[in-house]
């Protein structure tokens, strides 16, 4: 699992961060085709997030006895003749890093091979029947379908912290 809940003062850095165009400093490994300033809109970040509901998570799959380990930044070439950097931590290989704003993340793109659709469809699939839905930009993205604090209250936004 890379993400869970994420209080709603952290999802408004995001807002933040959005904003600061100046700042690319995670542009090549995280955004590299992708106007920081369309994040929002493009739905690669949303501003009431799910995790603050406690109902989404962002995951892979990794291999039985295998741990990650420190990330491993890897020039990948996408089936359009594009480079993105791909950041390995010894997970199963979707095709796109987890975090990566680009088409190539999506669950349907023509930009990575059939062995990582099948392993995305794989993954989606094992989620669906745990109870869990999808957007499709983002392979490792799922809520729960019947979430326990509704996207559509105020009150469901929560600012728990350790702080």
């Not at 590299?32 to 739905?43: G, N, Q, T």
Request: charged residues 35%; hydrophobic residues 30%.
């Amino acid at each position: 699992m890379y993400d869970a809940y994420r209080p709603q003062k952290a999802v408004d850095h995001f807002v933040s961060w959005s904003k600061e165009l100046e700042d690319q400093l995670e542009k090549a490994q995280y955004y590299r085709r992708v106007d920081k300033a369309r994040v929002f809109e493009l739905d690669y970040v949303a501003e009431r997030s799910g995790r603050s509901r406690g109902s989404t998570i962002d995951l892979t799959i990794i291999k039985g006895g295998k741990r990650p380990h420190k990330i491993k930044e890897e020039n990948r070439l996408l089936l359009d003749g594009y480079r993105i950097m791909f950041l390995n931590d010894r997970t199963v290989d979707m095709g796109s890093s987890f975090d990566l704003f680009d088409d190539a993340s999506h669950h349907e793109n023509n930009l990575i091979a059939e062995k990582y659709k099948k392993l995305r469809v794989y993954l989606k699939n094992t989620m669906k029947k745990c109870g869990f839905k999808t957007i499709n930009e983002e392979w490792w993205h799922y809520t729960l379908k019947n979430e326990p604090y509704p996207a559509d209250q105020e009150s469901s936004y929560f600012n728990v912290t350790g702080e």
